[in-house]
């Protein structure tokens, strides 16, 4: 029996470099297509990679999103699950609710370590450099109401050498992401 398509979401305010790796992975997919881009910043990077790859955009504005974490939005558009790849701002309950499990984030660290409120893009790879860790990486995880706290999916190492900098780490750690991240989501699919 050949079974429906999921319907994803990624939520994306920066760059979009995950975001068009995911794109790329699903575009001749048969088990899932992106259906949206939802996005709170006109002057992402994403957009452009949704225009070029002609995928909509939900553009939220930060009241009725946290009052109605545009549910209704989604759920009329068959969202069935949402893929966060860098969107900035915490979820509401109303979307964590009505997404309960199905709420992924991608965290450029080994969670539990170097997440929390401040801790995005090369805050993150300073911190990780300033405390001598020997590794770091990506993680992988459920969303819930905490910051960087769900349950962890995935996680993968990288060598942090003695002469890194702040850029050599974030592009070793983006690497990781672009190559894990579409298959995690692709294993995913299955228990949505
Ligand atoms: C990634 O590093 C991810 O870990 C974090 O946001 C960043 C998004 O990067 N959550 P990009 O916009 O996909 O390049």
Redesign the pocket.
Known sequence: MTQEKKHLAIF?S???????KIIRHFKNSTRATIDIIVCNNPGA??LLVAANESIPVLMVEKKSFTDSGYVEELKSRRIDFII????LWKLPPVLIDAYHGKII????ALLPSYGGKGM??NAVHAAVIEAKEKQSG?TIHYVDDKYDHGEIIFQKTCPVNENETVESL?KK??EL?HTYYPEQIEKLLDKI
Request: charged content about 5%; overall charge negative; glycine content about 20%.
């Open positions: 994306a920066g760059t979009g470099s995950n975001a068009q990077g994403v966060l790849a860098g969107f984030n991608i965290h450029p995005y893009g990506i974030a750690v983006h992401e």
